[in-house]
């Protein structure tokens, strides 16, 4: 893009161009005109050439579509290069095109003042021989034509020709070169803005997906902090819970201990043993080997949590502050010259604010 933008620059300081290019953005419209005047001009010259024929209407289509063709290439061949031609900044190129400007119409005018001649002669008592006699007569005498018709067949190929001259100047910008070179730097800008837009949006989107994930592990962070001390709790909880139990239980049993050693010391003719005396202990099961919460406390789990959640959010400041460098490197790529390129300081060109 940037070789064809200096090709441009070029162009416009060597041709003096201080001004955009002119031209249609479509082409259609103009090759339909083109079109139009081809096949009108074909049908009306078909109707003239088969007043003047034996053969009728069939005959003179053959003699109209050439004569049609033919018109239309001299008018196309004046209005897009011609004319253009006339100002361009080259001498040569500007005196042929003058030469041509006198020439093309001319030429114009004698084809279609040759066609009346060819269409009176076809007309007459040899009309296989139409083709010199037509030449003989021009030579004769240029304007002696006999029929009004001809002359109508003069006029209608000279503006047919003219039309089609109008219409090519307009497909274009008038300076020679100009309107295609400006379209290839539009389409090299379109393509370029095209693919920008592209990266711009896939780097918006990863961004986006990255921090959107980054939020929702931060989110789960914050979730599972409260879901860990709740766990604590709910454990603190069972483990007193269960410990109560297990008192309870000891003192159940020793409770129907005391009952059956009270009556059996009643009952009994010898000595109170002396293990009754002795208060039963429940055996306690042992503590988990493993434990998933050892070590940990609330306040340890507090502060793991902040640190988690200020690396995430460092994260996504810095995912965004990459997503700012990138876009800033956009704008210097569009910054950029052919002479950074050849100078090798492509990586040093200043960025302008936006």
Not at 129 to 136: D, G, I, P
Not at 169 to 194: H, K, N, V
Not at 307 to 325: P, Q, R, T, W, Y
């Amino acid at each position: 893009m940037i070789e064809i933008e200096d090709e441009l620059r070029s162009f416009r300081d060597m041709h003096k161009l201080s001004r955009t290019a002119r031209y249609p953005l479509s082409k259609l419209l103009h090759i339909g005109i083109l079109g139009f005047v081809i096949m009108a001009e074909t049908a009306l010259n078909g109707v003239f050439f088969a007043r003047g024929s034996d053969a009728g209407l069939i005959g003179g289509a053959g003699i109209a579509i050439a004569v049609a063709v033919a018109n239309l290439a001299l008018g196309v061949l004046l209005g897009r290069w011609a004319v253009p031609s006339t100002i361009h900044r080259g001498i040569f190129r500007k005196f042929m095109g003058f030469v041509s400007l006198i020439v093309l119409p001319a030429a114009i005018l004698f084809f279609n003042v040759g066609v009346a001649h060819y269409r009176d002669a076809l007309g007459g008592d040899a009309p296989e021989m139409a083709a010199k006699l037509a030449l003989a007569s021009l030579q004769a005498n240029v304007w002696d034509i006999k029929d009004i018709e001809s002359w109508f067949l003069i006029i209608l190929g000279c503006a047919c020709s003219l039309g089609a001259a109008y219409d090519a100047y307009l497909m274009d910008d008038p300076y020679p070169g100009y309107g295609p070179l400006s379209r290839r730097a539009r389409e090299a800008t379109d393509s370029y803005a095209a693919e920008k837009n592209d990266l711009v949006a896939e780097l918006t989107d990863a961004k986006g997906a990255e921090v959107e994930a980054m939020g929702r592990v931060r989110k789960e962070v914050s979730q599972g902090k409260g879901h860990f001390i709740n766990l604590i709790g709910t454990r603190d909880h069972l483990r007193s819970t269960y410990e109560t139990h297990l008192q309870h239980l000891e003192s159940c049993a020793n409770d129907l201990l005391r009952t059956y050693r009270d009556a059996n010391s009643m009952a009994r003719t010898t000595p109170r043993p002396a293990h009754f005396a002795e208060k039963w202990c429940l055996a306690r099961p042992a503590e988990p080997t493993i434990d998933p919460f050892a070590g940990l406390t609330p306040t340890m789990f507090d502060n793991e949590t902040d640190n988690v959640v200020a690396a995430l959010e460092k994260g996504i400041a810095d995912m965004n502050s990459a997503f700012l460098e990138a876009m800033a490197e956009f704008k210097r790529i569009d910054q950029l010259t052919t002479k950074d390129f050849e100078d090798g300081t492509a990586g040093k060109a200043t960025t302008v604010a936006a």
